[in-house]
């Protein structure tokens, strides 16, 4: 006798990337019968007009950006002023931003009309959470509390209640409580570092460019925003990064403008700024039983790239997409097979990644000359190899 279900599909976290599979399901031509429902304690809520830009934003690779264009989130998006970026610049503080050594990567030159979107987190998230609700997708506001797999059914407690559903899947973040309690933690690495993050309306036109300047310390990145102003990836050590947010307005803009280089001229702090720890990991595995993992919960990475959410969006439409085939074939949403595919299909590209990021990362921070000689000269060799520079752009661009 089959086990009654509550849903086909039980999401856990309605962050950008849960969000994001419960939009794609729910509009996808195979998927849209299903019934979904996303289990969130605190949805994220559409900012008001003329509310100010929150401090978290993300660089979206065009891969993000089709997947929102797709599910119709991109006009919410666009609209708290998307910024669109057509060069990038890279180099080290040994250098100069317009010496021989700077890395520099120019959309119209590599024939792309931009090489991503500066976008606004909560935007991207509540976009994508109204466009699931939209076309019929449950929002259940609790936290799950508990998973039990099962061979016909996988049950997700919320408190005392219980919720069966063929597909548990969790995008509950980097701390996810549900990944531990399917058995797939994996190992957590704390880099010596934390990320400062703030707004700065700088002197000069940041000219729809993004920079990044490697400290000794690690990577100063300047960000263009569609009004003008800058919004700063500053990593560093957790000394420094607290010793930076606890600095007044002036101060912490000199400081800025010194890391930078002077490269858009004097900054000036245009909102308060916050701090977050810096961690990698990759899960033991990606899925169980009627269950998987997805975005953070799955992978947490460096933010230098401006990687973590883009590869979420990746394992969204991986997912999706063996989803929509389980379903093409009679099979169920949570059939072993699928859920087999879609990790095959994510997880060495991810661990790649993350093995990268955390290259690039060590590589910058190394005190060594020999190794800053090296990496000067590889930033160099890297921008006078156009094949190699494609390559690259391709990854950035959202290529699996
Ligand atoms: C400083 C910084 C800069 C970054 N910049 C970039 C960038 O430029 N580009 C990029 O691609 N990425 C960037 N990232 C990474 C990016 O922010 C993350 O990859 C992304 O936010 C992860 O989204 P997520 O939906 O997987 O997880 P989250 O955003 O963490 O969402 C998880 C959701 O799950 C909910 N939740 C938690 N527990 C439960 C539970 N028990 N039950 C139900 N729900 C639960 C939470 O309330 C939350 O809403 C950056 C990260 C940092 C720290």
């Given at each position: ?19 994001a ?6 509009t ?11 289990v ?136 996810s ?33 993004a ?20 919004s ?8 420094e990064?607290?010793r ?54 799955a992978h ?8 973590g ?22 099979e ?62 391709a ?5 699996p």
């Amino acid at each position: 006798m089959s086990v009654r279900r509550d849903f086909d599909v039980l999401i856990a976290g309605a962050g950008m990337v849960g969000a994001a599979l419960a939009a794609r399901l729910a509009t996808g031509e195979r998927t849209r019968e299903l019934r979904v429902a996303l289990v969130e304690p605190a949805p994220v809520l559409a900012p008001l007009p003329g509310e100010p830009l929150d401090l978290r934003v993300s660089a979206l690779s065009r891969a993000g950006e089709c997947l929102l264009r797709d599910v119709g989130a991109w006009p919410a998006v666009r609209a708290r002023g998307a910024c669109a970026y057509e060069r990038m610049l890279i180099w080290d503080a040994a250098g100069r931003v317009d010496g021989a050594d700077t890395l520099a990567f120019d959309a119209a030159e590599l024939g792309e009309p931009d090489l991503g979107h500066i976008v606004e987190n909560r935007a991207v998230a509540a976009a994508l959470l109204e466009r699931a609700l939209d076309r019929g997708v449950t929002l259940i506001r609790e936290r799950a509390t508990g998973l039990e797999p099962g061979a016909d059914v996988a049950t997700l407690a919320l408190g005392e209640r219980r919720l069966r559903a063929g597909l548990v899947v969790a995008a509950d973040g980097a701390d996810s409580p549900l990944r531990a309690l399917a058995g797939l933690a994996g190992e957590v690495s704390r880099y010596p570092a934390e990320a400062v993050v703030a707004h700065l309306h700088p002197e000069r036109p940041h000219g729809h460019a993004a920079r990044q300047r490697f400290l000794p310390d690690g990577p100063l990145g300047m960000l263009p925003l569609a009004d003008g102003r800058l919004s700063i990836v500053w990593s560093t050590t957790p000394a420094e990064a607290e010793r930076l947010v606890g600095l007044e307005p002036e101060a912490f803009a000199a400081a800025v403008t010194e890391a930078s280089d002077g490269v858009l001229g004097a900054l000036e702090t245009a909102s308060p700024c916050a701090r977050f720890p810096l961690r990698r990991f990759h899960a033991a595995g990606y899925t169980a039983t009627r269950f998987a993992l997805l975005g953070d919960a799955a992978h947490t990475v460096h933010p230098l790239a401006g990687q973590g959410v883009n590869q979420g969006f990746l394992d969204v439409l991986a997912l999706a997409a063996e989803i929509e085939t389980a379903v093409a074939a009679g099979e169920d949403p949570g059939d072993a097979r699928a859920l087999g595919r879609y990790a095959r299909a994510r997880r060495t590209g991810n661990a790649l990644m993350g093995a990268a990021l955390d290259a690039l990362y060590r590589g910058f921070t190394d005190p060594r000359e020999s190794v800053r000689r090296a990496r000067r000269a590889g930033l160099g060799i890297v921008n006078a190899a156009a094949p190699l520079k494609r390559l690259l752009v391709a990854r950035a661009l959202g290529a699996p």
